[in-house]
């Protein structure tokens, strides 16, 4: 079956500092990877999606990730944290059957 | 566009009781999915929609949840009766094509607290 996991379930980083959330599904067949992020009380907004073709992919707020087959990760970077940052990210996976699930996310806080 | 759109924001309901959710889709997103959200938790999907039909509900408990998708365009989750562990925020996303690399597009949900 399916899975996405999202290592640390919290991570702080100072605002100017790297920002780095973890990704990784199982899947035989390379899946349509997502990154959402969440603030509080509000729904899910699209961060950047990998389908095909390029494997680094740019969102939006400046985030970026690569999709890495061969260690089947979908790591999210920003280079410069921003206090506008702090959310909850959530990673996931769309199969062949349209059916997309999510990883239990990482909530991000950013110190001034 | 408008955005998928859900109601009520918050519903504050007494275990046992029954309580309904509604949700409208972006026009024209033939793919409906309902997620339950427990704190601290990524969203859980509990039914799929393809149009009005059903393609998965694996996870839904259908002893207390049911949801439909009246003409392919709303639809309302229903639980019966809801208990405690029901608390969570209930999302609802639509995405244009089942067949195409789009993204789930979420509405705001809705906090459903079962005291």
């Known amino acids: 079956a399916q899975s996405v996991t999202q290592l640390g379930s919290h991570v702080s980083v100072s605002e100017g500092a790297l920002v780095l959330l973890r990704c990784n599904y199982s899947s035989s067949v390379p899946p349509y990877l997502f990154w959402y992020v969440q603030y509080p009380n509000q729904g899910l907004q699209l961060l950047l999606k990998y389908t095909t073709g390029a494997t680094l992919v740019k969102g939006i707020n400046g985030f970026e990730a690569e999709f890495k087959k061969s260690e089947t990760s979908f790591h999210l970077t920003k280079p410069s944290a921003h206090m506008s940052d702090a959310a909850e990210y959530f990673c996931a996976a769309k199969t062949s059957y349209d059916k997309v699930i999510f990883g239990p996310g990482t909530s991000l806080s950013v110190i001034p | ?115």
């Open chain 2, 1 to 115: 566009e408008a955005g998928v759109a859900q109601s009520p924001r918050y519903k504050i309901i007494e275990k046992r009781q029954s309580v309904a959710f509604w949700c409208n889709p972006i026009s024209g997103h033939a793919t409906l999915y309902w997620y339950q959200q427990i704190l601290g938790q990524g969203p859980k999907l509990l039914i799929q929609f393809q149009n009005n039909g059903v393609v998965d509900d694996s996870q839904l408990p259908k002893d207390r949840f049911s949801a439909e998708r009246l003409k392919g365009v709303d639809s309302t989750l229903k639980i019966q009766p809801a208990k405690l562990e029901d608390s969570a925020v209930y999302l609802c996303a639509s995405s244009l094509d089942r067949v195409k690399d789009t993204e789930a597009f979420f509405g705001q949900g809705t906090r459903l607290t079962v005291v």
